[in-house]
């Protein structure tokens, strides 16, 4: 089958019957204008990539499980070359929409179950791998865009799921028939569901014995009966291309995604009460989907780099030394990240015939993320100035008696150049002073996990076993380096 095409997937869209919820109202996201950003980010601009002559290349990879050509974030990794080609592409979409290289979500969820389901299997006598690989096929075959439902909502943080007063507020399994099971609960900021056909839903933590009705994963489309979706986009209100030239195409609205008694067919279950796995899946998604993070947050430091470059240019403060040292951190930090997700594929390794970045260094990477967001923000706003906020709106800016003296007073180093400069301005503003850079704020920290669980996963997989016998070495004197100890 041929690749699909942003035409494709509209028309697929547009047959969807699912209740999504905006502002107390039921609206189709399809065709409403609240949502277009999501569907071009998280949508037409995704799958166009892979016919972009600047980046086809990269984001058509090896065979998938059905021998034909598959878009790179629909293909599952099997070497380390995979891996990188997947960071490469998050690069590159990323760079002229910075939330599209984050899209690869659902596929990462597959991947950890395509894994994580062979154990689960040897040690249970089920069948969930072969059920995984079926739907898989399909997946790929029809490039679903699917969004992950993770995040429980949790109630009270304090306690485990089988200790909540309400026992819904983890998503559960509320009846088992032969026919499949009935789920009841909720999941929290589901990323990009409003583009979405399938929901790819997977326990958001390890269980304990006793919460086996807490340890369920399935494939459901979003137009199920019982699936709500109350949608929040985070759009400040404005469509123009030249007050938002990033936000106006790139948004990823998100839902809260209620599942009220929805049935779920055996044939689209790949976890159902084995308790001993869901830790095991949920850290596997983790460092997959991590790992494509990385490549992201390069291709959107590489737009804070270019804009603070260029506003330098036309502030004529490009030579001042300390503007150039700011612009030479933002490097720095930019290429860390892209060394961390670069060595977390070459040090990745195998298992079940497919490849796992390397945890440590990914959680590394997307720590080094958070931290470099916030500083690149901050350096991009003390290099371009305070008009990145100040500058007057698009209406006033073209009203015919304010037009001259915006030429006037607005140039920068060269005459003429009022225009250009207004525009990087308010492209600055747009990536680091608006509803937009907002949104990243959060994002940068609780998206893919919270540094806590990054912290807990890189101590979790860290060799500390062997640092110790580092020092235990050490402590040997001369006999460490095979040399004669003193007398």
Same mark, same amino acid.
């Given at each position: 089958?041929?690749?699909?095409?942003?035409?494709?997937?509209?028309?697929?869209?547009?047959?969807?019957?699912?209740?999504?919820?905006?502002?107390?109202?039921?609206?189709?996201?399809?065709?409403?204008?609240?949502?277009?950003?999501?569907?071009?980010?998280?949508?037409?601009?995704?799958?166009?990539?892979?016919?972009?002559?600047?980046?086809?290349?990269?984001?058509?990879?090896?065979?998938?499980?059905?021998?034909?050509?598959?878009?790179?974030?629909?293909?599952?990794?099997?070497?380390?070359?995979?891996?990188?080609?997947?960071?490469?592409?998050?690069?590159?979409?990323?760079?002229?929409?910075?939330?599209?290289?984050?899209?690869?979500?659902?596929?990462?969820?597959?991947?950890?179950?395509?894994?994580?389901?062979?154990?689960?299997?040897?040690?249970?006598?089920?069948?969930?791998?072969?059920?995984?690989?079926?739907?898989?096929?399909?997946?790929?075959?029809?490039?679903?865009?699917?969004?992950?439902?993770?995040?429980?909502?949790?109630?009270?943080?304090?306690?485990?799921?089988?200790?909540?007063?309400?026992?819904?507020?983890?998503?559960?399994?509320?009846?088992?028939?032969?026919?499949?099971?009935?789920?009841?609960?909720?999941?929290?900021?589901?990323?990009?569901?409003?583009?979405?056909?399938?929901?790819?839903?997977?326990?958001?933590?390890?269980?304990?014995?006793?919460?086996?009705?807490?340890?369920?994963?399935?494939?459901?489309?979003?137009?199920?009966?019982?699936?709500?979706?109350?949608?929040?986009?985070?759009?400040?209100?404005?469509?123009?291309?030249?007050?938002?030239?990033?936000?106006?195409?790139?948004?990823?609205?998100?839902?809260?995604?209620?599942?009220?008694?929805?049935?779920?067919?055996?044939?689209?279950?790949?976890?159902?009460?084995?308790?001993?796995?869901?830790?095991?899946?949920?850290?596997?998604?983790?460092?997959?989907?991590?790992?494509?993070?990385?490549?992201?947050?390069?291709?959107?430091?590489?737009?804070?780099?270019?804009?603070?470059?260029?506003?330098?240019?036309?502030?004529?403060?490009?030579?001042?030394?300390?503007? +150039? !040292?700011?612009?030479?951190?933002?490097? $720095?930090?930019?290429?860390?990240?892209?060394?961390? #997700?670069? =060595? &977390?594929? *070459?040090?990745?390794?195998?298992?079940?015939?497919?490849?796992?970045?390397?945890?440590?260094?990914?959680?590394?990477?997307?720590?080094?993320?958070?931290?470099?967001?916030?500083?690149?923000?901050?350096?991009?706003?003390?290099?371009?100035?305070?008009?990145?906020?100040?500058?007057?709106?698009?209406?006033?800016?073209?009203?015919?008696?304010?037009?001259?003296?915006?030429?006037?007073?607005?140039?920068?180093?060269?005459?003429?150049?009022?225009?250009?400069?207004?525009?990087?301005?308010?492209?600055?503003?747009?990536?680091?002073?608006?509803?937009?850079?907002?949104?990243?704020?959060?994002?940068?920290?609780?998206?893919?996990?919270?540094?806590?669980?990054?912290?807990?996963?890189?101590? +979790? !997989?860290?060799?500390?076993?062997?640092? $110790?016998?580092?020092?235990?070495?050490?402590?040997? #004197?001369? =006999? &460490?380096? *095979?040399?004669?100890?003193?007398?």
């Amino acid at each position: 089958m041929a690749l699909c095409t942003p035409e494709e997937l509209s028309r697929r869209l547009a047959l969807r019957k699912a209740d999504f919820r905006w502002r107390g109202e039921h609206v189709d996201p399809a065709t409403h204008p609240e949502f277009a950003p999501t569907l071009i980010s998280w949508g037409s601009w995704l799958y166009q990539a892979a016919f972009d002559p600047e980046t086809a290349a990269t984001m058509i990879a090896s065979p998938d499980l059905n021998g034909e050509e598959c878009h790179v974030f629909w293909h599952m990794a099997t070497s380390p070359e995979d891996l990188l080609q997947n960071l490469k592409a998050a690069q590159l979409l990323a760079e002229r929409s910075p939330l599209s290289g984050y899209a690869s979500i659902g596929r990462d969820e597959l991947q950890a179950l395509m894994v994580a389901t062979i154990d689960v299997d040897s040690r249970n006598g089920t069948n969930y791998h072969e059920r995984v690989v079926s739907y898989v096929r399909r997946f790929q075959r029809e490039q679903i865009m699917a969004a992950a439902a993770v995040t429980d909502v949790k109630g009270d943080r304090s306690k485990r799921p089988a200790e909540q007063d309400d026992p819904d507020m983890y998503l559960r399994v509320v009846e088992r028939n032969a026919d499949g099971v009935v789920v009841r609960g909720a999941k929290a900021h589901t990323s990009g569901s409003v583009g979405a056909e399938e929901l790819i839903v997977i326990p958001t933590r390890a269980m304990r014995q006793g919460e086996e009705d807490y340890t369920i994963a399935f494939a459901i489309p979003v137009d199920t009966p019982g699936i709500t979706m109350v949608a929040r986009a985070f759009n400040a209100g404005s469509d123009s291309e030249w007050e938002a030239p990033i936000s106006s195409h790139d948004e990823l609205a998100e839902t809260f995604t209620v599942f009220n008694d929805v049935f779920v067919p055996n044939e689209r279950i790949f976890l159902n009460g084995e308790w001993q796995h869901a830790g095991d899946v949920a850290n596997l998604f983790a460092s997959v989907n991590r790992q494509g993070y990385l490549g992201t947050e390069s291709g959107r430091l590489r737009l804070f780099i270019g804009a603070a470059a260029r506003i330098a240019e036309l502030n004529g403060t490009a030579g001042i030394g300390h503007i +150039r !040292e700011k612009i030479a951190q933002m490097i $720095k930090m930019e290429r860390s990240i892209w060394a961390l #997700g670069v =060595a &977390a594929s *070459a040090e990745s390794y195998s298992r079940g015939g497919y490849q796992i970045p390397d945890p440590v260094l990914t959680n590394a990477g997307k720590i080094t993320c958070m931290e470099c967001h916030f500083t690149a923000t901050r350096l991009l706003l003390e290099i371009a100035g305070g008009a990145v906020t100040t500058a007057p709106l698009e209406a006033d800016l073209m009203a015919p008696d304010i037009k001259p003296l915006v030429e006037k007073y607005f140039r920068g180093a060269e005459p003429g150049s009022a225009w250009e400069r207004l525009r990087v301005f308010k492209l600055i503003r747009d990536l680091a002073a608006s509803e937009y850079s907002g949104y990243w704020n959060t994002e940068i920290i609780h998206g893919s996990g919270s540094p806590a669980a990054e912290i807990l996963a890189m101590y +979790r !997989e860290a060799d500390l076993d062997h640092c $110790k016998a580092i020092v235990d070495r050490a402590l040997s #004197g001369r =006999a &460490a380096v *095979a040399a004669p100890a003193t007398a």
